[in-house]
């Protein structure tokens, strides 16, 4: 016999984020793919992370509307979803619940396993994301195919902004600022370029044999050096040569923050490693509403003012009737409960009628005990004519005309009632008043010389 297999206990959330808390909040799925878009959806969970859910699953039969009905209690406002078609990958970032909707062809993309491979000196994940990143949109004053698209500029730059938390920077601690993303418009191809780094500060200004000392938490090997002097001034393990020690990336802390040597009021060199991952997007259209509505932006489509007229008018009927059947349905549902209650009210008065006529019937007159007695009484009145005296009492018993009403419902209870209330009439002394009556009788006819007293001799059998 197989082991049983023990339930699991539901997992209680710890910490469950607010959802009126201003905070915005984002669900990565994907529709269709193979293992390539599957990995590329776990690389934006993380670059959208904290404020993601990391281990959100996806089963074939779930829809765009479960996750929008389960946007609302978490608090998610935006929605990115990676769809694999025959022309190719396409990027849907929607604002929930109403919209609008960006749609960009993916171009070209790279995971962040592939690109580590690339990377001479990789970051592995920690404490970086912990925290959400900044967002640096680049050279789109420029616009999109010129300065004629003044609506697709605003709407990508408010898409990109409000899928990131704010900063306030009076109140920004450093140590917080551990990532960046960097949206980088390009108006020659018409695209545009993400990228995800680490933030990295170290001391500037101090020989690779200082710096070594500073990250070290033991003392170095100076076994090769003659004194100390020689190991500083010598490089240590190391060369001198620093890329990050240019004078362009050197800033001055106005915070303490994480690594040795990073002191406020001191300077520091500012280093960005890519984590990941590396995409390349084409806008194609904008749509008004959640995947769907009016077209606001389209790339590749272009509509006169008549045509765009026609389409607001024919959106503006559809949506009428559209109405008009919510309110029919409304209506049919209220009538349909309406009538239920009534059906309900109807039914419990004849359930109350039905028990109050049981109760009325539960002694009738049973014609058969009607028989009984008159023959009781016959069978009394020959006894007087043929002896010449009152019979005894319990001879003819007299039985009451009105009996209680028995039901044949079939039910074991009410049989196996009936037969212990026969029994006990027999136990009483129904069958002692039959054999002392038989006797009486006897004795009575004999006295008076009747035949029925005499008794018959027995026959002979026959051998």
């Known amino acids: 016999m197989g082991r049983r297999k023990k339930k699991k206990d539901t997992v209680k959330i710890k910490n469950a984020p607010d959802p009126n808390d201003g905070v915005p909040r984002s669900f990565v799925i994907h529709q269709k793919g193979g293992p390539e878009v599957e990995q590329l959806v776990g690389d934006l969970r993380s670059m959208m992370a904290p404020n993601t859910a990391l281990k959100l699953k996806v089963k074939k039969k779930n829809v765009l509307k479960d996750f929008v009905h389960m946007a609302g209690p ?191 009021s001191s300077q520091s060199a500012v280093k960005l490693t890519e984590l990941g991952p590396r995409m390349e997007l084409k806008l194609l259209k904008i749509e008004e509403g959640f995947c769907e509505g009016h077209v606001l932006w389209n790339k590749n489509v272009t509509k006169t003012p008549a045509e765009v007229e026609a389409l607001n008018k024919k959106r503006a009927a559809a949506r009428r009737l559209k109405d008009a059947r919510r309110a029919e349905q409304a209506k049919n549902v209220e009538r349909k409960k309406e009538a239920k209650r009534l059906n309900k009210i109807k039914s419990i008065k004849g359930q109350k009628k039905d028990k109050k006529d049981t109760q009325e019937d539960d002694f009738v007159e049973n014609p058969e005990s009607e028989i009984k007695a008159e023959d009781s009484e016959d069978d009394a009145q020959y006894y007087r004519d043929e002896v010449g005296e009152e019979p005894d009492a319990d001879l003819f018993p007299k039985r009451s005309k009105r009996t209680k009403k028995t039901f044949n419902s079939g039910n074991s209870k009410d049989r196996n009632s009936k037969d212990r209330n026969s029994k006990d009439r027999n136990t009483k002394g129904g069958k002692d008043g039959y054999t002392k009556g038989i006797n009486n009788k006897r004795k009575t006819a004999a006295a008076s010389g009747n035949k029925q007293g005499e008794q018959r001799p027995r026959k002979k059998r026959k051998n």
């Open 74 to 264: 978490f608090g998610v406002t935006h929605m990115m979803v990676l769809n694999q078609t025959d022309t190719g990958l396409n990027l849907r970032i929607a604002r929930l619940p109403r919209g609008p909707t960006l749609t960009f062809r993916v171009a070209s993309f790279c995971n962040t396993k592939n690109l580590i491979r690339s990377l001479p000196n990789p970051k592995s994940p920690g404490a970086q994301f912990l925290y959400s990143p900044l967002v640096v949109c680049n050279n789109f004053a420029a616009g999109i195919e010129g300065d004629k698209e003044d609506l697709a500029k605003r709407m990508l730059i408010t898409t990109f902004q409000n899928m990131f938390p704010s900063v306030n920077v009076s109140a920004i601690q450093l140590k917080q600022l551990r990532r960046t993303v960097l949206f980088q418009n390009d108006p020659e191809t018409d695209s545009i370029h993400l990228r995800h780094y680490e933030i990295g500060v170290r001391p500037a200004g101090l020989a690779k044999s200082v710096k070594g000392l500073l990250r070290k938490n033991t003392a170095p090997n100076l076994s090769k050096f003659a004194d100390i002097s020689d190991y500083i001034l010598g490089g240590g393990d190391g060369y001198e040569s620093d890329a990050s020690d240019i004078g362009e990336d050197k800033v001055t802390l106005p915070q303490t923050m994480q690594g040795a040597g990073n002191k406020a």
